[in-house]
């Protein structure tokens, strides 16, 4: 009998787990897109990141398979020169938003595999701190294109 109490606890501990959200869940993702460059050189990837969870989330890192490597990056200004940086971390307050857009923070995704087309359809991968990780596909837009554009007016909601 006095099994009881003890399943009790475990019972009730699984229960606050699964309650529990990953970061990943928690975020919908909008308006995503890559600026191709030419001659392969590094493309930049924006989207608009919402919380809908009541805890921050913080996006430590992406992945795609179209891409060797995919960095997050700041863009700042100072003293009239242009910077940029690596960043371990974005965080997304909850029940909030961030923009990862030209000029501010972004995705460097470096090596392409291969010649990556306007209009393609780029999965990338967005890892979370706790481990929880959602795909996204970001629309190819050509190297003079400042925003989303008219093929993203929905979003792309994951």
Aim: glycine share 12%.
């Amino acid at each position: 009998m006095k099994a009881r109490p003890y399943a009790a606890v475990l019972a009730g501990l699984l229960m606050a787990g699964a309650a529990h959200a990953d970061q990943a869940s928690q975020i919908r993702a909008e308006r995503a897109w890559i600026r191709v460059m030419p001659a392969g050189l590094p493309a930049g990837g924006y989207v608009t990141l919402h919380n809908g969870g009541d805890e921050v989330a913080a996006l430590t890192g992406a992945s795609s398979p179209d891409y060797a490597h995919v960095m997050l990056h700041e863009s700042t200004t100072e003293g009239g020169m242009g910077r940029m940086k690596m960043i371990d971390k974005l965080e997304i307050p909850a029940h909030g938003k961030v923009a990862l857009a030209p000029g501010g923070y972004h995705l460097m995704l470096m090596h392409g595999a291969s010649e990556v087309h306007t209009g393609a359809k780029v999965p990338v991968t967005l890892q979370f701190a706790d481990g929880s990780k959602t795909t996204v596909d970001f629309l190819a837009r050509p190297a003079n294109a400042v925003d989303a554009g008219p093929d993203s007016a929905t979003g792309h909601d994951h």
